[in-house]
């Protein structure tokens, strides 16, 4: 998936907010199958179980079952049609996700040939806030970091000045 270009600066800013607002050790559900930044996380110090593979928008129940300290999420609400539901779920009182946010200027990602990588939403911060709090979450932290590309043009140039990315930190209410 990553070949050739390895999200450092995406992966470099998400473990210093997983660091900042939870640090380790604590024992994490990582909504997602196993990926670079699971190990990521495990090197430093935190215990990891991903998902499997299952379609979260109707399979949910490991995210209620799961006896963890800590959910992550990070660019996975975005593929899914109805991410209340495992939300809502969560068994944990702790919640990191990131997403990508919606960009003015680029339509919504889609593979072509993956079914599993598209985005159904591409949500403004606004928009996963107010999904989080109905769903009974509390945000405590938050920050958005952009995502500059190595071309030329009036898209990469706007991607350099527009956030791209969202992550919060929030703690269960109900």
């Known amino acids: ?13 998400t473990l210093a907010f ?6 380790a050790p604590k024992s994490v559900l990582d ?11 495990e090197n430093a110090g935190y215990k990891v179980k991903n998902t499997q593979g299952e379609d ?8 209620a079952t799961a006896d963890v300290e800590l959910v992550t999420a990070f660019e996975i609400f975005e593929h899914l049609i109805a991410p209340f539901n495992v939300l809502k ?3 944990a009182d702790k919640l990191v996700a990131s997403i990508p946010l919606k960009l003015w200027f680029a339509p919504a990602y889609r593979s072509k040939t993956d079914p599993w990588d598209r985005h159904y939403h591409e949500f403004e911060d606004w ?6 709090e109905k769903a009974g979450w509390q945000i405590k932290a938050r920050e958005k970091w952009t995502n500059p590309v190595n071309k030329i043009g009036i898209r990469p140039l706007l991607r350099t000045l527009t956030p791209r990315y969202y992550i919060v930190y929030a703690e269960k209410t109900a």
């Open 18 to 23: 997983l660091e900042k607002h939870c640090p």
């Open 31 to 41: 909504l997602g199958i196993e990926n670079p930044f699971s190990e990521i996380m």
């Open 56 to 63: 979260l928008d109707v399979d949910y129940q490991i995210a």
């Open 89 to 91: 779920a969560i068994k």
């Open 127 to 132: 928009q996963f806030d107010w999904l989080l």
């Open 1 to 13: 998936m990553y070949e050739k270009n390895f999200p450092n600066k995406r992966y470099k800013h």
